[in-house]
C-alpha cells in the first residue's frame, strides 16, 4: 500500500489558470508538508500542516493555497500559474512535531507551466 | 533560517568509501536527516542524528557533531546503484515553517565501474 500519494504525477498547464494537487497519507500521521524543489532540485519548505494549523512559509506567494478536509490530506491549490511555478511538488508527513519520526514523501507532482 | 552547506558533486569508485560532509546553523537545533533521492524519485530517508555521535545502519553511517554545526555521510563498498543525490537537512525547533526540514542543496554523487 503506497504510504502517501499524489495526484496528478505530471501536470502541463498554461500560464494564467488554476490547478490542484492532491495529497492524502495512509500512515496515521499528525503533520504533513508541501515542498517545491526546482529546476536546480533544491528542496524547499512552502507550508506545514498540523491540527489545523498552518504554517506558511513567508516567501511562498499567496497565489498558493494549502487545503486540508481531514487529517489524512492536504491538497494544494494554485491560482494564476506562472512560468516560474514550474518545479516538482512533494508532499509529506510525518508523526507528531518534536519526535524523531522522519518525512515520508510521496512521488511528486511534475508542474510544467506554458 | 540556516545555512547548510554540501558539496555539490563528488564522484567515487565502486567498492570504496566516501563521505559526505554537510555543516548548518540554526538557532533552535531539533535534529539532523539524510535523505537519499535517485533521479526523477521522491526522496527516501536514509537515517537521523540528535545526539552527538555516530549512527551506524548497514553500509550506510552518519556523524553528527552539534558543537561544531557538522556532520558527515559515510558510505561504505559502494555500489552503482548508489550513484543519487544525498540531501542534508535539518530541523529547527525555532523555524517559522514549523516541524519542517530545512534541506541543503544536495550532493550528487557519481559512482564508476
Known amino acids: 500500500d503506497t504510504a502517501v500519494s499524489q495526484t496528478p504525477k505530471y501536470l502541463v498547464t498554461q500560464m494564467g489558470n488554476d490547478k490542484s494537487i492532491k495529497c492524502e497519507q495512509n500512515?496515521?500521521?499528525?503533520?504533513m508538508y508541501w515542498y517545491k524543489q526546482d529546476s536546480k532540485k533544491f528542496l524547499k519548505i512552502m507550508f506545514s500542516?498540523?491540527?489545523?494549523?498552518?504554517?506558511i512559509n513567508e516567501t511562498v506567494p499567496n497565489r498558493f493555497s494549502p487545503k486540508s478536509p481531514d487529517k489524512a490530506h492536504l491538497n494544494l491549490h494554485i491560482n494564476s500559474l506562472e512560468l516560474g511555478d514550474s518545479a516538482v511538488y512533494f508532499c509529506?508527513?510525518?508523526?507528531?512535531?518534536?519526535?524523531?519520526?522522519?518525512?515520508?514523501f510521496g512521488p511528486g507532482t511534475r508542474l510544467l507551466v506554458l | 533560517g540556516q545555512n547548510i552547506d554540501q558539496p555539490t558533486e563528488m564522484t567515487a569508485t565502486e567498492g570504496a568509501i566516501v563521505q559526505i560532509n554537510c555543516t548548518y546553523q540554526?538557532?533552535?537545533?531539533?535534529?539532523l536527516f539524510w535523505y537519499q533521492q535517485h533521479a526523477g524519485e521522491a526522496p527516501t530517508f536514509l537515517s537521523y542524528?540528535?545526539?552527538?555521535g555516530l549512527e551506524e545502519k548497514g553500509r550506510f553511517s552518519s556523524f553528527l557533531s552539534r558543537s561544531k554545526g557538522y556532520s558527515y555521510l559515510l558510505l561504505k563498498e559502494l555500489q552503482m546503484k548508489d550513484s543519487a543525490s544525498y540531501l542534508c537537512?535539518?530541523?529547527?525547533?525555532?523555524?517559522?515553517?514549523?516541524?519542517?526540514?530545512?534541506f541543503g542543496k544536495g550532493t550528487s554523487l557519481l559512482v564508476t565501474p
Open positions: 537537512a535539518v530541523r529547527d525547533r525555532n523555524s517559522n515553517s514549523g516541524y519542517a526540514l530545512n
Open positions: 509529506a508527513s510525518s508523526p507528531s512535531p518534536g519526535t524523531s519520526g522522519d518525512q515520508y
Open positions: 540554526t538557532s533552535g537545533f531539533n535534529g
Open positions: 500512515l496515521g500521521h499528525d503533520t
Open positions: 542524528n540528535v545526539l552527538d
Open positions: 500542516y498540523n491540527n489545523k494549523e498552518l504554517i
